[in-house]
């Protein structure tokens, strides 16, 4: 079965302030949570949460731990795919997560303690299952702050005038005794998230230059349209800038940048950008630095081949007939790492036509291993 991404995975956030009370715990308004720990002792679950207000965002990974786990509940096991989850948190730290636009059950009811531990009850189609994860940073993973910034400018001065919206979240580290981390990990997430070289490595300064470039951009872009009465209900722009972190453990991170944007038209589009840091030296990774030289002839045809059993095509069949522009895929350099091997990501057009949606293809170490360096930089997940 393909692989697919809904639109809009990063969901807008609909924000209210929390107001604490006697007795309550106190959770930040704004907090970054590395989570931990197991489902139902057959399951071991890694989530990176974001939380802005009452609002939840973020990404988990699940492994089985057991034969009989992988077997009778493989759904679970998705520590290769991009699952995204979304909801909100009460003050009393009580919460509900599900996939972005699900009509179904949540995935995940909870509560969240003083000591920072999340507890409750993990559903899917296999059933429901006890889970408990806490909040951990392990030696190689990172601590981050959350920047946020949301706003509107009117193209005029007039009641039911059109208007250009934004918003924005930002994760940068905490501030180290690390320069790799301090230094090196801020001025790469900033430049990916700006799209420009760093100047000035303050978070919120940044996230409010974006918006009054995008204001100017609405402005000059529409204003003249608007006089003409020409655009219509399409003058009204929207764009959101979203980061979310998929793996952060073992001196290595995986971030994405989610980007959306209308500016009229008959849909918006939206790109997905992944970036793998090596938090010992503070480069981003390369394929390069992964793979034996010589390497992208076998890796094409293994992720051709991997694209074909999504698509149900057997091996004799070309990629065109499920709607590809190609019949071999090339790796690109918009891959991610987690624990279990390495994904490569192809978004709107890059191979296949809007409607087929963003495609992504995950390979386990095991399906690398005649290709990638065995004495290279991953060799902590080779073991």
């Known amino acids: 079965m393909k692989t697919r991404y809904l639109n809009f995975i990063f969901v807008p956030l609909t924000l209210f302030a929390i107001k604490s009370t006697v007795g309550q715990t106190m959770i930040p308004k704004r907090s970054y949570m590395h989570l931990t720990g197991q489902i139902g002792k057959k399951y071991e679950l890694t989530m990176n949460l974001v939380k802005i207000n009452d609002s939840l965002y973020g990404d988990y990974q699940c492994r089985a731990l057991t034969t009989d786990a992988n077997e009778n509940s493989s759904s679970l096991a ?61 030696e190689g993973s990172v601590q981050f702050n959350v920047s946020y910034l949301k706003g509107f400018m ?21 501030e180290s005794s690390n320069p790799v981390i301090s230094d090196s990990l801020k001025k790469i997430i900033l430049g990916k998230f700006i799209k420009r070289p760093v100047t000035n490595y303050n978070p919120d300064m940044n996230l409010n230059s974006l918006k009054q470039v995008y204001y ?24 959101l800038e979203f980061m979310h972190v998929l793996y952060n453990d073992k001196h290595f991170l995986t971030f994405y940048i989610i980007n959306y944007a209308f500016t009229g038209g008959a849909h918006g589009l939206e790109t997905y950008e992944f970036y793998v840091v090596n938090l010992n030296n503070g480069k ?34 070309q990629l065109t007939k499920a709607g590809f522009f190609t019949d071999e895929v090339k790796p690109n350099d918009n891959f991610y790492l987690t624990s279990e091997g390495i994904g490569f990501f192809y978004n709107h057009y890059e191979i296949a036509p809007y409607a087929s949606s963003p495609n992504s293809c995950f390979l386990t170490f095991s399906e690398l291993k005649t290709m990638i360096k065995q004495d290279g930089v991953l060799q902590p997940f080779l073991k």
């Open 154 to 174: 009117p193209l005029v001065k007039k009641p039911g005038s059109p208007k250009g919206s934004i918003e924005m979240a930002l994760l940068t580290p905490v």
């Open 216 to 239: 100017d951009r609405y402005i000059s872009g529409n204003e003249a349209l608007y006089g003409n009465k020409t655009g219509g209900p399409n003058l009204n722009w929207e764009s």
């Open 78 to 138: 998705n520590s290769g795919n991009i699952p995204v989850v979304c909801g909100k948190m009460k003050a009393d730290g009580s919460c509900s997560l599900s996939a972005p636009f699900s009509r179904t059950s949540p995935i995940l009811t909870g509560q969240l303690t003083k000591d920072q531990k999340l507890t409750g009850t993990w559903e899917n189609e296999d059933g429901k299952f006890p889970f408990e994860i806490m909040e951990k940073y392990a």
């Open 284 to 317: 981003i990774l390369a394929l390069d630095d992964i793979f034996h030289e010589g390497y992208e002839k076998e890796l094409t045809m293994t992720i051709t081949r991997k694209f074909k059993n999504l698509n149900s095509l057997k091996p004799v069949q």
